[in-house]
């Protein structure tokens, strides 16, 4: 399969090295030819609020919200659940989102009790160690949102249609199993 993966601000040099690997290969998004002859995308960890302003300014906003409406298989971690989100809880005033998952995000949500922490949880039956940063957890989901991890009582890992996205940011681990969760069962149907 051939990821694109959204390069306008944070983490995405990770993201494209676990795509590799999972033995695909991955590019670079930063304008819209980047984005037509993909088979997934992912959204990395960054700051939501920076990665969505770019995103106009280089005129993929549009172009990315058609994507998810065509049923693009599409991963966003942390930052990038919340540019997935619906809805979003303490955005900054006016915070657009690509949208497509129909949850509602607070952002920052663990700030007010620790800033970043790790945790151990279970995702999808898999035991993964999971690392938040300044993360989003998820504070209402539509009834077709399946859950597929939780911490602190929340969601922060869920997936609807081809949609799949973590508060937490298993880019900065070794353990794969939630990039394969996305290519093996999410993009496999494509
Ligand atoms: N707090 C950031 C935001 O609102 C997300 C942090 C992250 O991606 N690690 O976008």
């Not at 280089?58 to 409406?69: G, M, S, T, V, W």
């Amino acid at each position: 399969m051939k990821v694109g993966v959204l390069a306008l601000q944070g983490d995405f040099r990770e993201h494209v090295k676990a795509s590799q690997e999972c033995g695909h290969s991955a590019v670079e998004v930063r304008r819209e030819s980047e984005l037509v002859d993909i088979d997934a995308l992912i959204l990395p960890g960054g700051e939501s609020t920076t990665i969505i302003h770019l995103a106009q300014n280089f005129n993929l906003y549009q172009p990315i919200k058609d994507a998810i409406a065509s049923g693009l298989p599409v991963y966003g971690s942390c930052a990038g659940m919340i540019l997935l989100a619906d809805r979003i809880v303490d955005g900054i005033a006016g915070q657009k989102t690509f949208g497509g998952l129909d949850i509602t995000v607070r952002r920052n949500a663990f700030g007010r009790q620790v800033d970043s922490f790790e945790s151990d949880l279970t995702f999808h039956g898999n035991q993964l160690h999971a690392v938040f940063i300044r993360a989003p957890w998820v504070e209402e989901v539509a009834p077709g949102v399946e859950v597929l991890a939780r911490a602190a009582d929340h969601p922060v890992a869920v997936r609807q249609g081809n949609l799949l996205a973590t508060s937490f940011h298993p880019e900065l681990t070794e353990d794969l199993a939630v990039h394969r969760f996305f290519f093996d069962e999410i993009c496999k149907g494509r």
